[in-house]
């Protein structure tokens, strides 16, 4: 069992940033994979930004170069830094977490992001 929690949300300017935390609790492997997506209202859950246990990230293309994906291994904790924050960012963003080699994806509850002025 894994258990994730996210803190970071808030109301934020377009053109601001905001640092969202994920802590990680549980039984906890080396080896996985971490990621945020978001979901916008009336919109699918996407993909955001992953990094793998290596330290390879990889994101969607409508956040490269403005957000960045980081995790501390020791504190089990995955960031992610958002700036130059656009309307279209506003979303629910839910941290996930999956063993390497294994279909169990685990979710977090979710932090809403408004961006708008």
């Known amino acids: 069992q894994v258990q994730l929690v996210e803190s970071g949300g808030g109301l934020v300017q377009p053109g601001g940033s905001l640092r969202l935390s994920c802590a990680a609790s549980?039984?906890?492997?080396?080896?996985?994979?971490m990621a945020w997506y978001r979901q916008a209202p009336g919109k699918e859950r996407e993909l955001v930004a992953r990094i793998r246990s290596g330290g390879s990230t990889d994101y969607a293309d409508s956040v490269q170069g403005r957000f960045t994906i980081s995790r501390d291994n020791a504190k089990n904790t995955v960031y992610l830094q958002m700036n130059s924050l656009k309307p279209e960012d506003t979303a629910v963003y839910y941290c996930?977490?999956?063993?390497?080699?294994?279909?169990?994806?685990?979710w977090g509850q979710g932090t809403q992001v408004a961006v708008s002025s």
């Open positions: 549980g039984s906890i492997f080396s080896r996985n994979t």
């Open positions: 996930s977490y999956r063993r390497d080699g294994f279909i169990q994806y685990y």
